[in-house]
């Protein structure tokens, strides 16, 4: 079993609708979430970071974090066809050299 | 400007041929990373370096060797090179290790294909 898992798609929405994007993760020593968003033939980009359950918003980027069920999610609203991409959730523990362990990677498409 | 940049862009070569991937970040950055993502897009920590000294080093073959020469160069050596090490590698880069908030820079990644 991985570590983390994200479902991989695709997810195909109309643009203006919310894409919500889900990771499950295993270890509760994992204290910090991130979610990057990666474009076809391009490195990964940071998007959202977040160290605690609840909520933290970033323009039309909400990232969400449950500890208790080990359960992050990112929810993009508004939706516009430049968000289409492959976006990864990832975590890491306090004092582990940085080191980022990645869910598979969610292919979103949003349609015009 | 590249703030992470990595060279070649392409990589097709022969089975049990040795090749050498480099990158270069100008973000003046302490620590630098060699990422493998496979076909399933799924993105695994190969390396890290900090300050020219090796931090991490997960299951990987022994056949790959990075080799960081400055704080701003890091680069991979495969030997032998097998059908599955097909993938793109990516190379990263963050300003240290113990900020909770180090983000890590990522370049575009050289895509190898063995044949």
């Known amino acids: 079993q991985k570590e983390v898992e994200q479902d991989p798609g695709p997810l195909s929405v109309p643009e203006g609708a919310i894409v919500s994007l889900n990771c499950t993760y295993s270890?509760?020593?994992?204290?910090?979430f991130m979610w990057y968003r990666q474009y076809s033939r391009k490195g990964p980009e940071l998007l959202m970071y977040?160290?605690?359950?609840g909520n933290k918003e970033d323009g039309r980027f909400t990232a969400q974090v449950d500890k208790s069920s080990k359960y992050i999610s990112l929810f993009i609203r508004d939706s516009q066809p430049s968000d289409s991409a492959t976006y990864l959730c990832?975590?890491?523990?306090?004092?582990?050299?940085?080191?980022?362990?990645f869910g598979g990677g969610t292919r979103v498409l949003v349609k015009p | 400007d590249t703030a992470v940049s990595q060279t070649p862009k392409y990589l097709v070569t022969q089975m049990g041929n040795d090749k050498s991937i480099k990158c270069e970040q100008n973000?003046?950055?302490?620590?630098m990373y060699w990422y493998k993502q496979d076909s399933k897009k799924f993105l695994k920590i190969m390396f890290s370096y900090n300050n020219k000294e090796l931090i991490i080093n997960e299951t990987v073959p022994n056949r790959f060797s990075p080799k960081s020469p400055d704080k701003a160069h890091l680069n991979l050596h495969i030997n032998s090179l097998e059908l599955g090490d097909s993938a793109v590698y990516f190379c990263?880069?963050?300003?240290?290790?113990?900020?909770?908030?180090?983000?890590?820079?990522f370049g575009p990644g050289t895509r190898l294909t063995v044949l």
């Open positions: 973000l003046g950055h302490d620590t």
């Open positions: 990263a880069s963050s300003s240290g290790l113990a900020g909770v908030t180090d983000t890590q820079y």
């Open positions: 270890n509760s020593a994992f204290q910090y």
């Open positions: 990832a975590v890491k523990r306090q004092a582990a050299g940085n080191k980022l362990t």
């Open positions: 977040t160290y605690s359950s």
